[in-house]
């Protein structure tokens, strides 16, 4: 699809409700009211807003028992503001949040009518791939999110490991033709896959599709303007080559880790300065949201939002949505490269590698030594200004992030958490990093 077909696609899918002229110069309002940008399925004719929400970082508060458990009150409160402003893609997956996640949708969901929104779901069949095991967490997924039909259902994290692992987890035991019968009885209305592997195990599965042995309605990518031509980790894959090669074959695209977890809604500070100098009042991240946005095949961009103000934030950059011009996406990867220059660890705080068998915090200790990086509190040598306090700073800060039994220099290099990493980070080498970094502040020997 050509940009032009695409601006008068989204156009006419945006097109905001009209207010009279006197009112808006009566009230002082000079742009038109929000609504939501809807994009169309091109294989059902699904309106789809192009913002969903993704439920894999619902907010957290502590029970009676100091259990980390998901704040349903503040959870009902984000989907029904989401629903209202017209978002309507809920993703979530059983092993999210500790297998909390799908309970918590549900409970939110249900209180509105089922027409209202979709629901994608994923079978996440990391540890028992036996069909019973699988089986009985795809029909667990109807019970937790109250619903008898699954409007997108997603093979999850498929790719790692190439054709014998994809065989393993769904065609030896049966799960694929279980899950075609389960389409063709409509309790699954689309079938696809989220995406985390290497250039070769990617063409594998889009050979299967053009022979027709699997045939998939959309696929979910890792897509952001850092990844487009600067993928990270040994096995990721440019989010470019991975969107044209969908994109000719007409396949409808999810995209998930728009600001690479968290990463460009945080830039370091001198990046973020230049973003600011072209848009002041527009956040970070609504650049990252409008770089997806841009690009016609997306059918969905899900962001996992923690709390009102970026739900609010998301809903005004979608909301008066304005794709980036030529010259914006050629500004974004000048960002990119420089963001290259940063030595950030790629870690999208998924959780996935949680939780650690020897109780290491792997995604708070990279979280925090991310941030030390984009705030420009971090202390890299002695003849650095400032470094007594930048030194104390990030010291006592690491202490209050990430409790002292769970930091980075009780990792033994077991390796346990090296499977689970979508972003395929050498988990126990960056820890030994970052340990190896902090005992050298503690001496001072920068």
Known sequence: MKRREFFKISGAAA???????DARSQSGVTEEPEQMVLRENPKNGDKVSLLGFGCMRWPMIKDARGHDIIDQEAVN??????IEHGINYFDTSPVYLQGQSEKAAGIALSRHPRSSYYIATKLSNFGDQS???????????FEQLQTDYFDYYLLHSIGRGGKEAFNQRYMENGLWEFLLKEKAAGRIRNLGFSFHGSQPEFDWFMEEYDAGRLQWDFVQIQMNYVDWTHADGRRNVN?????????KRGIPIVIMEPLQGGTLANLPQDIAKQLKAREPQQSLASWAFRFCGTHPRVLCTLSGMTSMDPLI?????FGHFKPLTDEELAFLEQMAIQMKEYPLINCT??????????????PGTFQHYNRAITEGTYAQSKEQKDYAKLKKAYLVSYDRAVPTVRQADHCIACGECLSHCPQSIAIPGQLRRIARYIENLKQDKL
Do not use: F, R
Request: proline share 6%; glycine share 4%; hydrophobic share 35%.
């Open 131 to 141: 069909a019973k095991g699988s089986i009985k967490m795809y029909q667990n997924s």
């Open 239 to 247: 989010a470019q080559y991975l969107y044209e090669q969908l994109d």
């Open 77 to 82: 409160e984000m989907v029904d503001y989401a």
């Open 349 to 362: 705080d998924c959780k996935y590698c949680m939780p650690c068998p020897w109780g290491i915090d792997i």
């Open 313 to 317: 934030d998301n809903v005004k950059t």
């Open 15 to 21: 097109v905001a409700a009209i207010v009279p002229t």
